[in-house]
């Protein structure tokens, strides 16, 4: 079974500052997707960020990045120039790229950023 | 607007008395699964239907059942509720088997409280 860990339970940063948020994950497959979701206090689950384990190029979405390493199976965002609206818990989840069965999500526990102004 | 909802948004009830979640996807998605979370835990999965009729237990699935009845519906029913699923239930939703790695969108969450 894959399981995703999340070192970090908080963690926090002056505005306008860069961040970076740590995931690790195991797994035998070869193929698969990782994601970052943010959860801000209104508990909403957002995706940031999708990464495809079989694309070596880091995926970005503005001001978010990752850094994916796939032999030491470690998926960390940045954030950069981090806002007050970045606030919220970040969840770090994997999927398996088979079609054929369930395509649950399995999260990490979660890291708490908080923005400091 | 795409979306998925999920009704009731907080629900306080008691021990033993049956209760339903609803779950509505306006997305033509095949895949819907329900999700709880709790502190400390992350979300894990409950049950998760890859289409009309077929439905499947995930990670933590005693103590509740689920139907699929239509594509846009998935409930999540509790019939015994007891304190420890007191929780924050998720719904979510992709579509199936294009390729794999369809994006999960979410429900806005439901918070069940059960003394």
């Known amino acids: 079974a894959q399981t995703v860990t999340q070192s970090q339970p908080e963690m926090s940063v002056q505005e306008a500052e860069t961040v970076t948020l740590s995931c690790t994950y195991d797994t035998s497959e070869s193929d698969y997707y990782l994601f970052w979701y943010k959860q801000p206090p209104s508990r909403q689950m957002i995706l940031v960020i999708r990464?495809?384990?079989?694309?070596?190029q880091n995926a970005t979405e503005n001001r978010f990045s990752v850094n994916f390493q796939k032999a030491a199976k470690s998926f960390s965002l940045k954030i950069s120039d981090s806002q007050l609206g970045d606030a919220a818990m970040y969840f770090c989840?994997?999927?398996?790229?088979?079609?054929?069965?369930?395509?649950?999500?399995?999260f990490g526990t979660g890291t708490r950023l908080t923005i400091i102004p | 607007e795409a979306q998925v909802t999920q009704n009731p948004r907080y629900l306080i009830t008691v021990t033993g008395k049956k209760l339903t979640v609803t779950c509505s996807q306006n997305m033509n998605h095949e895949y819907m699964s329900w999700y709880r979370q709790d502190p400390g835990l992350g979300l894990r999965q409950i049950y998760y239907s890859m289409n009309v009729e077929v439905t499947d237990k995930g990670d933590v699935p005693e103590g509740y059942k689920v139907s699929r009845k239509e594509k846009r519906n998935f409930p999540l029913i509790l019939e015994s509720p007891s304190p420890n699923q007191t929780s924050l239930y998720f719904c979510?939703?992709?579509?199936?088997?294009?390729?794999?790695?369809?994006?999960?969108?979410f429900g806005p969450g439901t918070r069940l409280l059960v003394l």
């Open positions: 990464q495809e384990a079989y694309k070596q």
């Open positions: 979510a939703s992709s579509f199936h088997g294009l390729g794999g790695g369809e994006t999960q969108y």
């Open positions: 989840a994997y999927r398996s790229a088979s079609t054929f069965g369930n395509e649950k999500l399995t």
